[in-house]
């Protein structure tokens, strides 16, 4: 979802006659949109602004920086005491007024902090979608979250539920049809408790909004995330089975497997609950992908908890997944807890659930080998050495299964008629966490 605001953000300064710029280097704004969900990213804020500084000296101060993002919305004026670099402070649900902030710290030559939660204003604003429009383009449907598992920031930086209306977003896929964008992947922190209005000013449900949007035909494929389990309605279990357009691949993060961690969490799912709802998505989707996140070292885990953790990954088989040593956030229930686990004890866990998961990517990989699969291009490959600069031009897509595939072309030109197309691939070489293949 960064990613898409970081998009937006540039549109709209886009729209009143700022360009993107590589570098910061001779920039005249500097926009660092940021997230707060672990220390480790919100850590990342200021020694990215102790980098820009040199640069707003270069300028005479002449630069504009701007802290956009959940690390904004959480510390507010704190970053003004912290960093004398920054000139604009604005939160995730309320960058529209970016443009206008500029506006008032060039008129006025003040700091401007907006910290407002207006989402619904704040879509009726971005209109443009200019950037992050390849093949493959993600739409925000919802934001926010009523949930509050006791590790999470995200109810408080980014505010209550909210859908937006199925028109607005139908329209949004139209447009991004129009540009030929052939994937829509929807967003939102809870996004299968998705429940805009529809055009009769009904709530719909994620399933409807997915079946309106695949109903257009430049629209070749469909993905949303993240789901809670809790939200994994019936509906949206049967589209996996009825809809040709959904892709096969469902990321439902449960964060562990001990029911007495997850209480503890307020995650008002068991492992139970987990098993069953896996069951059921499989039965509509037998080849379905099925991802996670999951948390170690929460306060209170046990050896024993984190053991039920492993086992159900064992049972389950995922085909890729993220997982995360427990990191305390300011403000959030389970950060004041007494039972805070070891650093060391952190890292082994998290260390035994990575290589196992690993394993279990690989595998999945490796059954690929032989398969012939639809891939949809979406740009160069990364260069995985300065060999291989020299001598190969090869194309990156994602599987209907979210796994990448890598492809060799022989020219430039060959390499530009694939860009933003489905092309069959036969995967000849499984690796760790991408496949290698030929177009067919
Ligand atoms: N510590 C570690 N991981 C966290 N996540 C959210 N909050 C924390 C935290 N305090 C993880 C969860 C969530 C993902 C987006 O980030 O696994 O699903
Ligand atoms: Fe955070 Fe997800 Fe829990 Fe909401 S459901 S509080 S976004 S982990």
């Known amino acids: 979802m960064n990613v898409y605001d970081s998009d937006r953000m540039q549109d709209l300064m886009n729209a009143v006659g700022y360009e993107n ?3 910061p280097e001779g920039a ?3 926009i660092i949109n940021t997230c707060h969900i672990r220390e480790k990213a919100s ?3 200021f020694s990215d602004l102790g980098r820009i500084r040199p640069h707003k000296n270069k300028k005479n101060g002449e630069m504009i920086v701007a802290v956009a993002g959940c690390v904004a919305q959480a510390e507010g004026e704190e970053i003004f005491k912290r960093s004398n670099v920054v000139d604009i402070i604005v939160g995730p649900e309320s960058y529209q007024t970016l443009p206008d902030l500029v506006g008032k710290v060039l ?3 003040k700091k401007q902090i907006n910290l407002e939660f207006i989402p619904d204003n704040k879509f009726d604003n971005l209109v443009e979608l200019k950037a992050g429009t390849g093949a493959s383009a993600f739409v925000t449907v919802q934001e926010g979250c009523d949930k509050f598992c006791t590790f999470c920031v995200v ?5 209550t539920e909210y859908s937006r209306d199925v028109n607005k977003i139908y329209e949004d896929a139209l447009r991004l049809a129009d540009k030929g964008v052939k994937e829509i992947y929807f967003l939102g922190q809870n996004v299968n408790a998705y429940h805009g209005n529809d055009e009769n000013g009904q709530a719909s449900t994620l399933a409807k909004l997915i079946e309106k949007v695949a109903s257009i035909d430049a629209i070749k494929r469909v993905r949303y995330t993240t789901s809670h389990p809790r939200d994994m309605s019936n509906d949206l279990i049967a589209a996996h089975r009825d809809i040709d357009k959904l892709m096969p691949f469902l990321h439902l993060p449960i964060q562990s497997g001990s029911n007495n961690v997850l209480k503890m969490m307020n995650r008002k799912h068991t492992r139970q609950d987990y098993f069953k709802t896996i069951e059921k998505i499989r039965q509509a989707r037998p080849d379905l992908g099925l991802s996670s996140d999951f948390i170690v070292g929460f306060p209170g885990e046990t050896d024993q908890d984190f053991e039920d953790t492993m086992d159900l990954v064992k049972q389950i088989g995922f085909t890729q997944c993220y997982s995360f040593k427990y990191s305390p956030r300011q403000g959030t229930p389970s950060a004041d807890s007494k039972h805070q686990i070891d650093e060391k004890v952190k890292d082994e866990r998290l260390a035994r659930l990575q290589a196992l998961l690993s394993e279990q990517q690989f595998d999945f990989n490796k ?3 032989g398969v012939k699969m639809p891939v949809l291009f979406e740009r160069e490959a990364p260069k ?4 291989e600069k020299s001598d190969k031009i090869q194309l990156w897509g994602k599987s209907p299964y979210l796994q990448s595939v890598i492809v060799d072309v022989a020219t430039k030109e060959e390499a530009q008629k694939y860009f933003g197309q489905i092309a069959d691939v036969e995967i000849l070489q499984a690796r760790p966490s991408s496949l290698m293949g030929k177009i067919v």
């Open 21 to 23: 710029s590589d570098t």
């Open 28 to 30: 005249d704004m500097v």
């Open 43 to 45: 850590e990342k804020l």
């Open 107 to 109: 008129r006025d030559k």
């Open 155 to 159: 109810p408080y930086t980014r505010g």
């Open 367 to 369: 059954k690929s080998i």
């Open 384 to 387: 995985a050495s300065a060999k």
